[in-house]
């Protein structure tokens, strides 16, 4: 069955550091794959997207590229903020074997000091 | 315009008590789904509505737990006979219907079995 992989956390930064954080996948068809995150106290949103191989997702000074070779969608930002502490999700969903419901990593914990 | 909301927002329960959770998706959306988010599972898809299509069920981990979507709109989730692994956060999420769609998530009913 589909499945996602990410890097255990949590994962602790100082402000304006680089941000990694990766994600492999397992799946049959062509899976669509999503980042979300889950900022504290509040619900769970759409970060980025790419629904074929090689595209680019961005959002928020976030980035990540869906590469099928390595089966990877790893996330990265060049400078984070403390306002980027959260917990960040990523998820796949595969129209031929399960439809569009959603397959989630596990999480990771992202906190970012001053 | 509103987003998908969820009522209520918290419960407490006794073990063996059934228990309804609602959800209003966003209006136009025609695919349903819900999630559960526990420490233990992390996030796990439960079922998911589509139009008229009979709903994909394939996550229900057990017989006691049911869903429904009325007018193609509103849906409760049900559990009877709750038990303490019952306990976790219920994140209901809506999309027009594609698997590459973005889904949003409502901010979820937090469920505590005692």
């Known amino acids: 069955g589909n499945s996602v992989t990410q890097m255990e956390g949590p994962v602790t930064l100082s402000e304006e550091a680089f941000l990694t954080i990766n994600c492999t996948y397992t799946?049959?068809?062509?899976?669509?794959l999503f980042w979300y995150v889950q900022y504290p106290g509040e619900g769970l949103q759409l970060l980025l997207k790419?629904?074929?191989?090689?595209d680019k997702g961005s959002n928020k000074g976030f980035e990540a590229t869906y590469r099928k070779e390595t089966t990877s969608f790893h996330l990265e930002k060049g400078s984070v903020q403390v306002s980027d502490s959260a917990v960040y999700f990523c998820?796949?969903?595969?129209?031929?074997?399960?439809?569009?419901?959603?397959?989630f990593g596990e999480g990771t914990q992202l906190t970012v000091n001053p | 315009g509103a987003g998908v909301s969820q009522s209520p927002s918290n419960k407490v329960t006794e073990k063996g008590k059934d228990v309804e959770l609602r959800c209003d998706p966003i209006s136009g959306h025609t695919a349903l789904y819900w999630y559960r988010q526990s420490l233990g599972q992390g996030l796990e898809f439960l079922i998911y509505?589509?139009?008229?299509?009979?709903?994909?069920k394939s996550g229900l981990p057990s017989d006691r737990f049911s869903a429904e979507r009325t007018g193609g709109s509103v849906s409760t989730l049900t559990i009877q006979r709750t038990q303490q692994e019952d306990s976790a956060v219920y994140l209901c999420a809506s999309s027009f219907y594609h698997y590459t769609d973005t889904q949003y998530f409502g901010p979820g009913t937090r469920l505590t079995v005692l």
């Open positions: 509505f589509q139009g008229n299509s009979a709903p994909d």
């Open positions: 799946a049959t068809g062509y899976p669509s």
């Open positions: 790419a629904t074929k191989a090689d």
């Open positions: 998820a796949l969903s595969d129209r031929e074997t399960s439809g569009s419901r959603l397959t």
